[in-house]
T-cell receptor, first 117, second 114 residues
Framework: AQKVTQAQTEISVVEKEDVTLDCVYE???????LFWYKQPPSGELVFLIR??????QNEISGRYSWNFQKSTSSFNFTITASQVVDSAVYFC??????????????FGTGTRLLVSP | DGGITQSPKYLFRKEGQNVTLSCEQN?????MYWYRQDPGQGLRLIYY???????QKGDIAEGYSVSREKKESFPLTVTSAQKNPTAFYLC?????????????FGPGTRLTVL
């Protein structure tokens, strides 16, 4: 069965610090997709990134970067120079792709990030 | 603006009542999903639909029902059979095609049973 583990329940940092959110996944599929979503206090899940299992290149988008390592089944997320607006719950998710095109997302339990001024 | 809307934002229900949560999307997405979120937990799939007039149970469908009469709409009914309905409910949609696409989420409905 597929599983996503986010061992960090809550992280507190001071503004401008760098912070890394860990995500470890389990799957038997050779083709799969990994996602990160942000959930601010308003509740809506905001899509951040999608990465497929064949692409292990790290990605950088502004202050955000992602490190995908198949050897350790990890897909970690780093925020550089954190800001108060980064305070949110962050979810890592793994997709199951069914034969009919059905996509099921398996979510981790989330990491709450609190950035204080 | 393209997006997913859910209404109401907050909903209060007395025990024994059925309530219906609305989800509408104008993204022309074929697939729609309903998730439940409890405090400190990830999202769990209730129902999903890939085409109009067809839907399938997810992992926790007991006590819920859905319909998909229009491509744009996927309402969720929380019935009195749902033993613990107080939760945050999120609707999502996704385009279908040869390439994997992403599920996009609405703003959610917070249901409280009094």
């Amino acid at each position: 069965a597929q599983k996503v583990t986010q061992a960090q329940t809550e992280i507190s940092v001071v503004e401008k610090e760098d912070v890394t959110l860990d995500c470890v996944y389990e799957t038997r599929d050779t083709t799969y997709y990994l996602f990160w979503y942000k959930q601010p206090p308003s509740g809506e899940l905001v899509f951040l990134i999608r990465r497929n299992s064949f692409d292990e290149q790290n990605e950088i988008s502004g202050r955000y970067s992602w490190n995908f390592q198949k050897s350790t089944s990890s897909f970690n997320f780093t925020i550089t120079a954190s800001q108060v607006v980064d305070s949110a719950v962050y979810f890592c998710a793994l997709s199951e792709e069914g034969n009919t095109g059905f996509q099921k997302l398996v979510f981790g339990t989330g990491t709450r990030l609190l950035v204080s001024p | 603006d393209g997006g997913i809307t859910q209404s109401p934002k907050y909903l209060f229900r007395k025990e024994g009542q059925n309530v219906t949560l609305s989800c509408e999307q104008n993204l022309n997405h074929d697939a729609m999903y309903w998730y439940r979120q409890d405090p400190g937990q990830g999202l769990r799939l209730i129902y999903y639909s890939q085409i109009v007039n067809d839907f399938q149970k997810g992992d926790i469908a007991e006590g819920y029902s859905v319909s998909r009469e229009k491509k744009e709409s996927f309402p969720l009914t929380v019935t009195s059979a749902q033993k613990n309905p107080t939760a945050f409910y999120l609707c999502a949609s996704r385009g279908l095609g040869l390439a994997v696409d992403t599920q996009y989420f609405g703003p959610g409905t917070r249901l409280t049973v009094l």
